[in-house]
């Protein structure tokens, strides 16, 4: 005779008719040597709105970055964060509609993936019985799982400048608030790359001299941004990763030279192809701006050749990832 299964509960189901909107902001990981630790929340941001539905529909309204290669099905990856989300609440997904619009462009170091993760976490918890949701330290745990580290999601969540780790299982992050002279710039090209592909060119070690030297200038940084922003090109000096990647986005790795030679604390924006440049103020920012907007005519330039760029001057987002409902 074989034994009954044990009694499974019923999920719950958010409640039908309501929507969630949510804006998140971009973010730059890494900062030059906070590799897989640091992270910048900035003034570009994605907005998803989820509508709960009375039936098993599942409906996208999509604009902006990217829309024509995205899925409009259950591998989308808001839909798919959104049943992992709910399911870890005691809930099940019914019909939804996604309604996102994509500022931030695809495989360029933005913090893309790490946007929809975020928000469909946020709207997922707040889609649910007051007394089911959680807190950001719980969202920053399930969105850190999904995306692997925290150094894009925890800014996203928190604004400002996230310092973020990992004790076995559990991520943290601290907030720390930068100057105000401390201005992003940022460069964009019109190429892409994947994140796995920049982690695959990473080696299994690195060399003891260069690991010290890492610390010296992350720990340089923290002072850099938040005291004394004449040091941000020193603090920006990275030792672990930007090197090793070069090879895969040329033109942004002559960008930053370029630009460091002429002074500016520039690096690769995550895993790239974007240069950030944090400026010490809006004056060095518009320099800034007006030597990448010349490499457009400058066709002899390793920077230029072959690649076009958007830059943008934007502002340190201070308050992270704001939820939004609607009846």
Known sequence: MTSPLPHQPLLKTPLSGTAATVRVPGTSANLGPGFDSLGLAVSLYDTLTITTLAGPELEFELSGEGVAELPRDASHLVVKTLDIAWARLGYSRVGVRVTANNVLPHGRGLGSSASAIVAAIMAANALVAPEDQQDKAWVLQLASELEGHPDNVAPAIFGAVA????????????????????????????VELKTERA??????????????????????????????????????????????????????????????????AAFISGAGPTVMVLANGGAEAEIIVGRITNLRNDN?????????????????????????MHP
């Open 199 to 264: 982690r695959g060119m990473l080696p299994a070690t690195v060399p003891h001299a260069d690991a010290a030297a890492n610390s010296g200038r992350a720990a340089l940084l923290m002072h850099a941004l938040t005291n004394d922003p004449s040091l941000l090109l020193a603090g920006t000096r990275d030792y672990l990763h930007q090197d090793y990647r070069a090879e895969a986005m040329p033109a942004s790795a002559a960008l930053v030279e370029l630009l460091r030679g002429n002074g500016h």
């Open 163 to 190: 310092v973020s780790w990992q004790e076995g299982a559990e991520f943290a992050s601290a907030k720390l608030t930068p100057s105000n002279v401390v201005v992003p710039v940022v460069a964009i090209p019109d």
């Open 300 to 324: 002899e330039n390793s920077a230029s050749n072959g690649v076009s760029w958007r830059v943008f001057r934007l502002e340190v987002d201070l308050e992270g990832a704001k939820v939004e």
